[in-house]
């Protein structure tokens, strides 16, 4: 039946709510038997890009300057960093960092979350290496001492890392224990179950496929309601000053110039 304009998708200053039903696919530069749906960009004020790619079997994902984070969500993948080939099962994952050269290929049909963001370096540390990994090789952690509420850290907690990802469940009737406003922005995927989201001020009924962008400083909470556990793959910039970069200790702060020095006197002048 036609939904007649309807849609649980919302757009507004500080957040975003994508729904499969309002998912649009692109091929994206380089991809071969392969096509995105982008859910966070630059254009939308994002500071990272996040997408689902889904591969036909043999399709191909694009290259990439940036960092790449890729998360499987069905299927098989085949990726190719350091001269080597590893498959990478459902829940499994990689971390590439930038310039990393790499090849993403589709064993049989799949698909999988995508997150790009322009590394932060950070003096003295070195830029994070590859990681490839599998959700279930993780450890949960109560989150702030709530065991129906889990968190599994996916990334190393380093200052070398200028955005975590992290998998959270939640039990049903499980909820955070406080509207959180903070200046990390973050893409979150639910992958299981469901529940309420507060979004500034609105508050939104999600389930598995919906994706959110939350801007920096947006009021956010979210419980879980139903008979099944709630999951979701969440992403957050953080291990950097709100200021941005900032020059290594031993680098001296450029010379103020005077303008005598900018626009010097011609010869015979007075």
């Excluded at 009021?219 to 992403?235: D, N």
Aim: glycine share 10%; proline share 9%; net charge neutral.
């Amino acid at each position: 039946m036609h939904n007649l304009g309807q849609t649980r998708s919302s757009q507004k200053h500080n957040h975003l709510l994508l729904t499969p039903d309002t998912f649009v696919r692109t091929p994206l530069p380089g991809m071969k038997a392969c096509l995105g749906v982008v859910h966070a960009g630059l254009a939308g004020g994002a500071r990272f890009t996040e997408y689902t790619a889904e591969f036909q079997s043999g399709g191909e994902l694009g290259p990439t300057n940036a960092q790449r984070f890729l998360y499987v969500l069905e299927g098989q993948l085949r990726l190719e960093v350091d001269g080597r080939q590893n498959d990478l099962g459902v829940r499994a994952y990689a971390y590439l960092p930038e310039g990393a050269s790499h090849r993403v290929v589709a064993a049989k049909a799949s698909r999988a979350a995508i997150i790009e963001k322009t590394y932060q370096p950070l003096a003295p540390f070195e830029s994070p290496r590859a990681i490839l990994s599998s959700e279930d090789a993780i450890s949960s952690e109560p989150l702030d001492g709530d065991t129906a509420l889990e968190v599994k850290h996916l990334l190393p907690d380093t200052m070398q890392f200028d955005f975590a990802v992290n998998s959270m469940v939640y039990q049903p009737g499980a909820a955070l224990s406080m509207v959180e406003m903070h200046v990390m922005e973050h893409g979150l995927l639910m992958l299981e179950g469901g529940g309420i989201y507060r979004l500034g001020d609105s508050w939104y009924p999600v389930t598995a496929g919906d994706f959110i962008w939350m801007a920096p400083w947006c009021p956010q909470w979210f419980g879980a309601i139903g008979k099944v556990p709630a999951k979701y793959l969440i992403y957050k910039d953080w291990n950097r000053h709100p200021l941005g970069p900032a020059r290594p200790s031993d680098e001296p702060a450029p010379a103020p110039q005077s303008k005598t020095a900018k626009n010097p006197p011609k010869k015979g002048r007075r």
